[in-house]
């Protein structure tokens, strides 16, 4: 029996808030950085989008067994579709030769699941209508912001039609068991549970560039030994694609170990290359996963508590969600019916404002996660990015009771 290689990807970019200030509060409404924001945008298109995305179609084109999957959250389409147009017709390419599979997500990167089940629910749908547009194709596999998971999520995710559902394989939850299998959910029996092999993905995300790493330097034929001495059904390497070019540099040798692997792993003619889609129809469940408490891909503890680990954090998270119920009281009213334009934008900025990197910017974990943390994080400490946050949240309550 064949034994599958599934690459998935993770592909976001936040809006990013300007410096706003309490003074700032009832006079602007001019929430978000777009300079910040096409800057940024242009910078990783450039190092990582554009270059990994042409180097990916021409492994597609070259290796007719190869495929890859990416969740591309819409906050990040959004803003390729206004700054870098060309990314999107970048993907658009590889998803027309029919070996590359896109996964549903939420729209705005939220942490919604925690906090109201009603928006959680139009942010997918959201998302795929928005996927559906650009790409002409409908997710049937769910991957929720940062692999956030519990058997909650699993039975609402099959009640919503998804035939799987991708996590992390956190040692905590799998005890003796492996990720290289496919499980279901104790929830949802007819969901299939993709885990991610954090060890096989962290040495090419994270360790790969690294010099005092024991295995360094990583190449091609010595992955594939790794690999081929795995044993399970599928080996589900999940990653950020700013991976390739912006965490690793180009002169780290990132993208020529990237050109040689699929070539390298097809030697093995008992390994082959499938979507998480794939994987979901064609691998039958080993045994039911009972997951309580969420889990995340996230730092070493693979919880939450890169989003939710402070106070600043939970306040703030607690009160954008506080404000819902008076967001959808104020759509209703005859008054924004009539001016749809413009209480639209508000329903769009309170959208913006629930996406997890802005909580993420508030995390005080600065061990041995920190440097994570840091990663295009505009501001100083995570108490500016708390007071920046507040300051904008407070004004869109402004904008609520006029």
């Given at each position: 029996m064949q034994k599958a290689v599934c690459f998935y990807f993770q592909v976001h970019q936040p809006f990013r808030l300007r410096p706003y200030s309490v003074f700032?509060?009832?006079?602007?409404?001019?929430?978000?950085?777009?300079?910040?924001?096409?800057d940024i945008a242009r910078k990783v298109a450039n190092k990582c989008y554009l270059p990994t995305n042409a180097l990916m179609l021409k492994l597609l084109k070259k290796h007719p067994e190869f495929k890859i999957a990416y969740s591309i959250s819409g906050v990040a389409l959004e803003q390729f579709e206004e700054y870098v147009p060309e990314v999107i017709t970048s993907f658009q390419d590889l998803v027309a030769t029919g070996r590359v599979e896109l996964l549903a997500e939420t729209f705005y990167h939220s942490l919604a699941f925690l906090y109201s089940r009603e928006e959680f629910l139009k942010q997918i749908d959201e998302h795929k209508r928005k996927v559906k547009k650009l790409f002409g194709v409908v997710p049937r596999v769910f991957r929720n912001t940062e692999l956030i998971y519990n058997n909650e999520l699993a039975k609402l995710i099959q009640e919503q039609g998804y035939i799987g559902i991708v996590t992390e394989g956190a040692d905590h939850i799998l005890g003796w068991r492996s990720p290289n299998f496919v499980y279901s959910p104790k929830t949802a029996p007819q969901l299939?549970?993709?885990?991610?092999?954090?060890?096989?993905s962290d040495d090419i995300a994270f360790r790969f560039s690294n010099k005092v790493w024991n295995e360094y330097p990583l190449t091609a034929p010595k992955y594939r030994q790794w690999i081929d001495e795995v044993q399970g059904q599928t080996i589900n390497l999940f990653m950020d694609y700013e991976?390739?070019?912006?965490?690793?540099?180009?002169d780290s040798g990132i993208f020529n170990f990237l050109e040689h692997l699929p070539g390298e792993l097809l030697k093995n003619p008992d390994i082959a290359f499938k979507t998480p889609t794939?994987?979901?129809?064609?691998?039958?469940?080993?045994?039911?996963?009972?997951i309580h408490h969420l889990i995340s891909w996230a730092d070493m503890e693979r919880?939450?508590?890169?989003?939710?680990?402070?106070?600043?954090?939970?306040?703030?998270?607690?009160?954008?969600?506080?404000?819902?119920?008076?967001?959808?009281?104020?759509?209703?009213?005859?008054?924004?019916?009539?001016?749809?334009?413009?209480?639209?934008?508000?329903?769009?900025?309170?959208?913006?404002?629930?996406?997890?990197?802005?909580?993420?910017?508030?995390?005080?974990?600065?061990?041995?996660?920190?440097?994570?943390?840091?990663?295009?994080?505009?501001?100083?400490?995570?108490?500016e990015a708390f007071i920046t946050y507040m300051n904008v949240l407070n004004d869109l309550i402004v904008r609520l009771e006029q």
């Open positions: 700032d509060v009832g006079k602007r409404h001019d929430y978000f950085d777009a300079q910040k924001n096409a299939k549970l993709l885990l991610k092999n954090y060890k096989l991976t390739f070019g912006e965490h690793q540099w180009e794939e994987v979901a129809t064609e691998c039958k469940p080993v045994s039911e996963l009972d919880d939450l508590s890169a989003w939710l680990g402070n106070k600043m954090q939970q306040s703030a998270l607690k009160e954008v969600y506080l404000i819902e119920e008076k967001i959808r009281a104020k759509l209703r009213t005859p008054v924004a019916m009539k001016h749809k334009a413009k209480y639209d934008h508000l329903l769009k900025d309170w959208r913006k404002l629930q996406t997890s990197d802005h909580f993420y910017y508030m995390c005080t974990k600065w061990f041995s996660d920190g440097d994570v943390h840091k990663y295009f994080n505009p501001y100083d400490s995570p108490y």
